[in-house]
């Protein structure tokens, strides 16, 4: 873990990781974190979807937050799709099946924030 200090950065120019096999055309940047920034307790992510793109439909131990900041996209929760627009929150339960889609023409954007202590744990 690295030492504490306060950050100001653009998220662009956070790296974008591919998210790997079952997430076509979806990236992540960590934004904040513990391995990055000292945040011990809760982790920022932005999430990007490209046209057709999509992440594995999955699930975990923890829980997580999400705030759609760019595009159209809809979310799979336990075998429903719901729409999400830019200003949409969705609040995904721990163990809840979920998976996110790109519905739109264009990038598809939303932060994604998670428990530090339970991404270990999980």
């Known amino acids: 873990m690295c030492e ?8 662009s120019e956070v790296p974008a990781e591919e998210v790997g096999p079952g997430a076509p055309g979806a990236t992540i ?6 391995d990055h920034d ?5 982790a920022l992510r932005m999430v990007e979807l490209e046209p057709g793109g999509s992440s594995p439909k999955h699930q975990h131990p923890y829980e997580h937050e999400n705030y759609v900041v760019e595009g159209v996209g809809k979310v799979l929760i336990e075998g429903e799709w719901r729409d999400l627009h830019v200003g949409d929150v969705v609040f995904m339960p ?3 099946l979920h998976q996110y889609a790109n519905a739109g023409d264009s990038t598809f954007k939303f932060l994604c924030g998670i428990p530090v202590k339970r991404l270990r744990e999980g």
């Not at 504490?4 to 998220?11: D, L, N, R, T």
């Open 4 to 11: 504490k200090k306060a950050k100001v950065v653009h998220y």
């Open 29 to 34: 940047r960590w934004l904040i974190d513990d």
């Open 38 to 42: 000292g945040a011990p307790v809760y």
């Open 94 to 96: 721990a163990n809840a």
